[in-house]
């Protein structure tokens, strides 16, 4: 099993100690710990959703073809889990194989924006000015994505619940499958009976 990292830019992440009870990275100081990667399975899921405090975003029904293809987590006993990040693998619609990870976070976590290759922990200065690139649907209601600059990848970004979302999209072809908006469902949720099909470990997963 791989070692916590930082949700930022992927370096070390050291544990607390006697000082401090805050997990660090040698670039970042304070950060949120990247958890390894979970294995696309119920229990790999059940471990995310334990001390979720964000949502754990999947869209339902799940595109034509596609697998939910592991999890993970930012944040520590102490914290909660306050950034997830789910991963999907199945056909891009125009040719090939395509890979999402939806991450949904609280402000100054970075995992997002760590996976879109930006300095900052947020989308930065100018984000949402002009109109949004894509929706996606939550509880019957439509929530707004604007596109963020990134290279060989297509990434969107909004608020939803409050949080931080972010769909992360291998190849950046991939982008077309949010020309029609995904519904997304929290499995956080109760009473929710999804027969959620699992693939293999995607390499897209930090950590």
Request: a negative charge; hydrophobic letters at 45%.
């Amino acid at each position: 099993m791989g070692k916590a990292v930082c949700p930022r830019c992927g370096g070390e992440a050291h544990a607390p100690t006697v000082w401090s009870s805050a997990w660090r990275c040698d670039l970042h100081g304070e950060i949120y710990p990247l958890a390894p990667a979970r294995v696309p399975s119920r229990d790999g899921l059940d471990s995310l959703l334990k001390n979720a405090r964000v949502p754990v975003w999947v869209p339902w029904p799940l595109p034509q073809g596609w697998l939910v293809s592991g999890f993970t987590g930012a944040g520590d006993e102490r914290t909660g889990t306050c950034g997830s990040a789910v991963a999907l693998s199945g056909p891009n619609p125009l040719g090939g194989p395509a890979d999402l990870l939806i991450v949904a976070e609280e402000p100054g976590v970075g995992l997002g924006a760590g996976l879109a290759g930006l300095p900052g922990p947020d989308p930065g200065d100018g984000f949402a000015a002009g109109q949004p690139n894509a929706t996606v649907k939550v509880a019957n209601h439509e929530a707004p994505l604007w596109l963020v600059e990134a290279r060989n990848k297509a990434v969107f970004a909004g608020e939803v619940a409050g949080s931080w979302l972010w769909l992360v999209l291998w190849p950046d072809t991939a982008g077309v499958l949010l020309f029609e908006p995904l519904s997304l469902r929290d499995l956080r949720d109760p009473d929710q009976d999804l027969d959620v099909p699992f693939g293999a470990l995607s390499p897209r997963l930090p950590a």
